[in-house]
């Protein structure tokens, strides 16, 4: 089906295809290129056409007058942990009485108690609850996700889980990118024998998971307590012999080697970051890796926020992601991660814009298909009642549903503007 949607007040992050091959860094990251008076023309749940209003022919199909109204690309999530059992509330209230994150975890909560309630639970229902977060991250203008797995910590409830991620992925309108994520924490009963869960990770996982083609992505906990930068360097390697790309958890308490391993081995991402040396800084600015910031995951952790302004003057490759998690980010509004991402890291409303749209898509390979006003990109879009200026989105904080969503060429969820 063709739909014409005409008087866009402002086309926001219209792009060449050709430009969206490399990932934004320094300058680039700096503008956010837009059309006035626009039209765009979607045909099959694709971009087909986009020009000025005055290049616009007769309306011949659906067309929708959009009265000055902007539209943007939707977000693109490229590091959350949707599958999970339940909310972690009491310790929420722990940590409010006192308690680090690092605490509850040495304890046996955290990632290990997700894990154990995930076991637990069958994978229909498993799937229920990740369908019904993943209708709200939609509603909430998101147009594309990455997920993890991780709340395992076995080689079944791993792969338990990764099926859950595939069956959304195949049923989910938007495009779903799976990570495995089994070395996430050495389950507390293998705490004095970590070398076997490695080894189950290493020789069990990996192999089942790249036969059963259930993950493009590898990921670790780099971390102090979690993984070493030497495990992780083993699990990196061991997922590129079996065709997994890697992106890693690092930095999110202590500087523990994860950059450094990163860089040599060329991997795709490092997340978190909230804690960086300068040598680390430089380190990045001078490779592709894309550093990916989960501002929303410092703010409930009341963790020191990630340096972005530091990043993107070093030249470095920035993305921004949620995190979605029920311990460290239990929100997947992508509209409070630019919030906090302007007001916390200090960057501007277009980097901040740029680094959760045409980067975020580049870092999962969907560049060209998501995060961009492109002609051959899905139409996912986001049309915004009343936008005066890209800042108003961060300026807002939340924008609670002050928008309206397209995915695939279709209005999605309830807020629709009629024809
Ligand atoms: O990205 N840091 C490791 N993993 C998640 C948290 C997972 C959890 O606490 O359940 C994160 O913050
Ligand atoms: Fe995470």
Not at 234 to 241: D, V
Not at 253 to 281: K, N, P
Not at 374 to 384: K, P, Q
Request: net charge negative.
């Amino acid at each position: 089906m063709r739909t014409i949607l005409y008087h866009i007040g402002r086309l926001w992050q219209y792009r060449r295809r050709e430009a969206l091959e490399t990932a934004l860094r320094g300058e680039a990251l700096k503008q956010v290129p837009y059309l006035d008076n626009a039209y765009l023309i979607i045909d099959d749940g694709r971009i087909v056409e986009v020009g000025p209003m005055e290049e616009l022919g007769t309306i011949d199909g659906q067309g929708i007058d959009l009265k000055g109204r902007d539209v943007t690309p939707c977000w693109v999530d490229c590091h959350t942990h949707l599958v999970f059992a339940a909310p972690r509330l009491e310790e929420f209230r722990m940590r409010l009485a006192g308690m680090s994150y690092e605490e509850i975890a040495a304890r046996g909560g955290g990632i290990y108690n997700s894990a154990l309630r995930l076991r637990e639970m069958s994978e229909e229902e498993l799937y229920q609850r990740a369908r019904r977060r993943l209708d709200l991250l939609i509603r909430m203008g998101t147009g594309a996700v990455e997920i993890k797995s991780g709340y395992g910590l076995d080689t079944d409830s791993e792969l338990k889980m990764l099926r859950v991620i595939d069956r959304l992925k195949r049923e989910s309108p938007i495009p779903v990118r799976a990570t495995f994520l089994g070395a996430h924490a050495i389950p507390p009963p293998y705490r004095d024998r970590r070398e076997k869960y490695l080894e189950e990770v290493l020789y069990e996982m990996v192999p089942r998971i790249a036969e059963e083609q259930l993950a493009a992505y590898i990921d670790v906990f780099c971390e102090r307590g979690y993984f070493t930068a030497e495990e992780t360097e083993q699990i990196i390697l061991q997922g590129a012999k079996y065709g997994l790309k890697a992106r890693l958890h690092t930095n999110q308490f202590s500087s523990s080697g994860g950059i450094e391993v990163a860089v040599r081995h060329r991997i795709v991402s490092v997340d978190h970051l909230e804690v960086l040396t300068d040598e680390e800084i430089q380190l990045l600015s001078q490779s592709e890796v894309m550093a990916t910031l989960l501002p929303g995951a410092a703010f409930f952790l009341r963790s020191p926020f990630p340096k972005g302004r530091a990043l993107v003057d070093s030249g470095a490759r920035l993305a921004l992601a949620s995190d979605f998690n029920p311990g460290s980010c239990p929100t997947p509004n992508m509209f409070f991660v630019q919030a906090l991402a302007c007001l916390r890291c200090g960057l501007t409303p277009e980097e901040a814009f740029n680094a959760a749209t045409v980067n975020a898509a580049y870092s999962l390979d969907l560049q060209g298909e998501v995060g961009a006003i492109a002609v051959g990109a899905r139409a996912n879009l986001l049309v915004f009642d009343e936008l005066k200026d890209l800042a108003q989105i961060s300026y807002e904080i939340c924008n609670t549903l002050q928008h309206s969503v397209i995915i695939n060429g279709k209005w999605y969820g309830s807020n629709q503007i009629r024809p």
